[in-house]
């Protein structure tokens, strides 16, 4: 068990509905990440948040957006979900903003399946 | 920005034998190196990082080597076993502006034959 909490585990929507993702860092971790794993492709990196402050970003859609809490944990919304965001949706957290000295640790995953 | 090839895309090797996934980057800035197994429908696990300002790691049957000059790293994994067979995803790591940001290649799906 990692201690990256992540719900749900399974979501199935339609196409043009909005959800929201949830995660919870490891206890003491101050940095989540969101990665975004479709069907037999690699990880892609959406976005990450230090401490409550957005810190980097990478290809995250328009209709796509996060935040984290006071209590760091971390919602990441999807609105207007098309077909092609079904996907294995990954939080992660590490304990400092740069992982020089602190490996991401991966949750267990949300797969979000659009029909 | 950052990119990371990963190579081969699928491999299949032995029981027994040694298994060698490469990678490189395209950021010289890149700092930290890590090698993650995901397993069918689990999460990536950490199984081994270097950092660069070290050539070599080992832990066990596992060891990473890193060239910083070519841009080049490699996960090597000796003596292979069934329990090996997984998606291998290496990544590399830059730091913009004192934020984080992990890159990752686009996985090796290992298959050892028993």
């Known amino acids: 068990d990692s201690g990256v909490t992540q719900t749900p585990k399974h979501l199935i929507t339609a196409t043009g509905q909005r959800v929201t993702l949830r995660c919870s860092p490891r206890?003491?971790?101050?940095?989540v990440y969101w990665y975004q794993q479709s069907l037999d492709q690699g990880l892609q990196f959406l976005i990450q948040?230090?401490?409550?402050?957005?810190?980097a970003k990478g290809n995250i859609l328009e209709r796509f957006s996060a935040q984290q809490f006071p209590d760091l944990h971390s919602e990441l919304n999807l609105s207007s979900l098309e077909l092609g965001d079904s996907a294995l949706y990954f939080c992660?957290?590490?304990?400092?903003?740069?992982?020089?000295?602190?490996?991401?640790?991966f949750g267990n995953g949300t797969r979000l399946t659009v029909t | 920005g950052e990119n990371v090839e990963q190579h081969p895309s699928t491999l299949s090797v032995q029981e027994g034998d040694s298994a060698v996934i490469k990678c490189t980057y395209s950021d010289s800035a890149s700092n930290y190196f890590p090698w993650y197994k995901q397993e069918l429908g689990k999460r990536p696990q950490l199984i081994i990082d270097i950092r660069s300002n070290v050539g070599e790691k080992k832990d066990q049957r596992i060891a990473v080597t890193l060239n910083k000059t070519a841009k080049h790293f490699s996960l090597h994994i000796t003596e292979t076993q069934p329990e090996d067979s997984a998606v291998y995803f290496c990544a590399a790591s830059i730091i913009p502006q004192g934020a984080q940001k992990l890159v990752f290649g686009q996985g090796t799906r290992l298959t050892i034959n028993p």
């Open positions: 948040y230090y401490n409550g402050e957005e810190r």
């Open positions: 206890s003491g971790d101050l940095s």
């Open positions: 992660a957290s590490s304990g400092t903003v740069s992982s020089y000295n602190s490996p991401l640790h």
